[in-house]
């Protein structure tokens, strides 16, 4: 229903519709009133908008208004995992974040559990340090659901996966091409939230678009797999080599996939 102008067929009075204005929006009782006159036979429409309508689909109207503010509200808050310290997370409400300029809020569909996540959680130190309270996981993909102003190459709707660790560029390790040492990283699910929550903001330059046939757990795989691939490439594999991988968790696996390419 538009803000200002709506339309409402009315049995019984004339096969046109009624052109009337909503009015006051600020309450579900006051947007149940309204008054207009038909374009075709001139007579008034009733004096609420609920008289318009057969019982049933006022009830179903009824509904679905409140649905709609039900989900507006609900929108407004949001469900994250907070790490408080060793052995302590908690599942809480949190408010929805907002993306500032140059950012853009993704709606998680899923997010993978790292071994950092692990030592985080066991209370070891992780690749960047970490301040409670924060919300964990920076292997992640999901929905753009709102983009920040300044954003050009994204918009609400497309799929993506981040990369969750932005360098500064200035520092003297960023100069000589270490990053990793970066002394100034912004880390997503380590120094600022990541992505054990419903939503969250990520600068525009971490994003990246999702192939058609790319499944959301398959996006929240590429940050691993970069990992994987930079170790295979420092390696310097070659076809007919033959290797040992120590380990065999997750990443052990996903380099005993990549050496057998």
């Not at 908008?49 to 039900?70: H, I, K, Y």
């Not at 757990?217 to 991988?245: F, K, T, W, Y």
């Amino acid at each position: 229903v538009c803000s200002k102008n709506w339309k409402q067929q009315v049995s019984g009075q004339c096969t046109e519709r009624f052109a009337g204005t909503e009015g006051d929006r600020k309450s579900f009782q006051t947007r149940m009133y309204w008054k207009g006159t038909c374009g075709n036979c001139g007579k008034e429409g009733p004096a609420k908008r609920e008289d318009a309508l057969s019982p049933g689909r006022r009830r179903r109207t009824q509904f679905a208004w409140n649905a709609s503010a039900q989900r507006t509200k609900m929108e407004d808050k949001m469900k994250s995992a907070y790490f408080y310290g060793k052995h302590d997370i908690r599942v809480e409400e949190a408010k929805t974040p907002e993306p500032g300029p140059g950012e853009v809020l993704i709606q998680v569909k899923a997010c993978g559990i790292c071994g950092t996540d692990v030592h985080i959680y066991e209370g070891d130190k992780g690749a960047a340090e970490v301040t409670p309270p924060t919300i964990l996981g920076h292997e992640f993909s999901g929905v753009i659901a709102k983009t920040g102003s300044g954003v050009k190459d994204f918009k609400e709707g497309d799929r993506v996966c981040i990369d969750p660790n932005c360098y500064c560029g200035a520092c003297d390790y960023c100069r000589s091409g270490e990053v990793h040492f970066c002394e100034h990283m912004l880390g997503y699910g380590t120094t600022v939230n990541g992505g054990f929550a419903e939503y969250c903001v990520v600068r525009e330059s971490q994003v990246y678009r999702l192939g058609e046939n790319t499944s959301f757990e398959q996006g929240a795989m590429a940050e691993p797999v970069a990992c994987c691939l930079h170790g295979i490439d420092m390696c310097n594999i070659r076809p007919g080599h033959h290797v040992v991988v120590i380990g065999g968790g997750m990443i052990g696996r996903l380099m005993l996939q990549l050496a057998k390419l």
